[in-house]
């Protein structure tokens, strides 16, 4: 499909800059209010996921559902969860907030974690909602678009039929390049942040698991090269980073897709390097869209809420409605 070359995204004049854009709009959203009801699904490995329903009313049956997939260290609470769940239940969608392994408050079963790549669990969920809901869109932010782009690939015609549409937010379609942008000094603060999140939770790995090795050099990690080489890749079964990047990102994985994807990245996403906007794949395929807004940073988008939502919540209602 032929890239989209104008974006109706505008972001507003009192944040001018990327950092502010994905900033700002993470914090405020926290603030909203979700009443969801959980259920946990078994995974063939022995572990668990666990999903969050957001539902109109309890009597209502919605014939269509929308899958929805946080970034790293993130849960059903974020704030683009929670808003862009609010809005498809507005438009009367059932939501299913997807808590990746060891992120849903209860630590997983395994020693292994959740990463870019992980599939298996999206999966087996999807096999046991497609059973209930004859119509399936998925929504993924960040390391969750790149988990949603990635399965979609990988399968292609041997999806599930309840499958129809993707939506992809700011995904760090190769995680390589991805790994270097983030390991500029402008985002030290990003990165701070990401390795004080990972390093608490894999302590506690220590304490279920006498053989975990924990390096008490965790905490002092400030690049993803360093954190993968030494934990993502090993615990996970891969050789090291190199080999985990090179099997997990979705861009080697684009051309297998056989369902409406659409992946928004906004240009100046402090994430994502010029791998991650994928024009040539995007030009030649049927079914993936591409739209690059100028601005509205990684997973901000911020402006005027209407009722039916933010900019970029919008533009995926309009995406399954037209496609899906």
Same mark, same amino acid.
């Given at each position: 499909?032929? @890239?989209?070359?104008?974006?109706?995204?505008?972001?507003?004049?009192?944040?001018?800059?990327?950092?502010?854009?994905?900033?700002?709009?993470? *914090?405020?959203?926290?603030?909203?209010?979700?009443?969801?009801?959980?259920?946990? +699904?078994?995974?063939?490995?022995?572990?668990?996921?666990?999903?969050? &329903?957001?539902?109109?009313?309890?009597?209502?049956?919605?014939?269509?559902?929308?899958? $929805?997939?946080?970034?790293?260290?993130?849960? #059903?609470?974020?704030?683009? @969860?929670?808003?862009?769940?609010?809005?498809? *239940?507005?438009? /009367?969608?059932? @939501?299913?907030? +997807?808590?990746?392994? /060891?992120?849903?408050?209860?630590?997983?079963?395994?020693?292994?974690?959740?990463? #870019?790549?992980?599939?298996?669990?999206?999966?087996?969920?999807?096999?046991?909602?497609?059973?209930?809901?004859?119509?399936?869109?998925?929504? /993924?932010?960040?390391?969750?678009?790149?988990?949603?782009?990635?399965? !979609?690939?990988?399968?292609?015609? %041997? !999806?599930?039929?309840? *499958?129809? *549409?993707? @939506?992809?937010?700011?995904?760090?379609?190769?995680?390589?390049?991805?790994?270097?942008?983030?390991?500029? #000094?402008? =985002?030290?603060?990003?990165?701070?942040?990401?390795?004080?999140?990972?390093?608490?939770? !894999?302590?506690? %790995?220590?304490?279920?698991?006498?053989?975990?090795?924990?390096?008490?050099?965790?905490?002092? !990690?400030?690049?993803? %090269?360093? +954190?993968?080489?030494?934990?993502?890749?090993?615990? =996970?079964?891969?050789?090291?980073?190199?080999?985990?990047?090179?099997?997990?990102?979705?861009?080697?994985?684009? =051309?297998?897709?056989?369902?409406?994807?659409?992946?928004?990245?906004?240009? =100046?996403?402090?994430?994502?390097?010029?791998?991650?906007?994928?024009?040539?794949?995007?030009?030649?395929?049927?079914?993936?869209?591409?739209?690059?807004?100028? #601005?509205?940073?990684?997973?901000?988008?911020? /402006?005027?809420?209407?009722?039916?939502?933010? &900019?970029?919540?919008?533009?995926?209602? %309009?995406?399954?409605?037209? $496609?899906?």
């Amino acid at each position: 499909m032929p @890239v989209a070359r104008e974006s109706t995204y505008r972001s507003p004049f009192y944040l001018p800059n990327a950092h502010l854009q994905t900033i700002l709009p993470n *914090v405020t959203r926290r603030r909203i209010q979700v009443d969801y009801r959980r259920e946990r +699904f078994e995974l063939p490995d022995t572990d668990f996921i666990d999903v969050d &329903w957001l539902e109109r009313r309890e009597d209502e049956k919605p014939e269509r559902c929308c899958v $929805v997939l946080h970034g790293l260290e993130g849960d #059903s609470q974020a704030g683009y @969860v929670k808003s862009l769940g609010k809005s498809f *239940v507005q438009a /009367g969608y059932a @939501v299913a907030a +997807f808590n990746m392994r /060891g992120c849903s408050g209860e630590p997983n079963r395994l020693m292994r974690s959740y990463h #870019s790549g992980d599939t298996e669990g999206l999966a087996t969920v999807l096999n046991s909602l497609s059973q209930r809901y004859e119509w399936i869109g998925l929504a /993924g932010f960040s390391l969750g678009g790149n988990v949603v782009l990635k399965y !979609l690939g990988e399968r292609g015609s %041997k !999806l599930p039929s309840a *499958v129809k *549409v993707g @939506v992809a937010f700011s995904t760090p379609c190769n995680l390589r390049t991805s790994a270097d942008r983030l390991a500029r #000094s402008e =985002n030290a603060f990003y990165m701070k942040r990401f390795i004080k999140l990972l390093c608490g939770k !894999l302590k506690e %790995k220590e304490k279920k698991y006498p053989e975990f090795k924990y390096k008490k050099i965790c905490q002092e !990690l400030r690049t993803f %090269k360093e +954190f993968d080489d030494i934990y993502t890749a090993p615990l =996970n079964g891969f050789r090291d980073a190199e080999d985990y990047w090179r099997q997990c990102s979705s861009r080697f994985y684009l =051309n297998g897709i056989e369902r409406p994807s659409l992946l928004i990245n906004a240009r =100046n996403d402090p994430f994502l390097s010029l791998e991650c906007y994928p024009e040539e794949e995007a030009n030649a395929h049927e079914f993936l869209y591409l739209e690059m807004p100028n #601005s509205g940073g990684h997973c901000g988008f911020p /402006g005027d809420l209407y009722r039916t939502g933010y &900019w970029h919540e919008r533009r995926a209602l %309009k995406f399954f409605r037209e $496609v899906g």
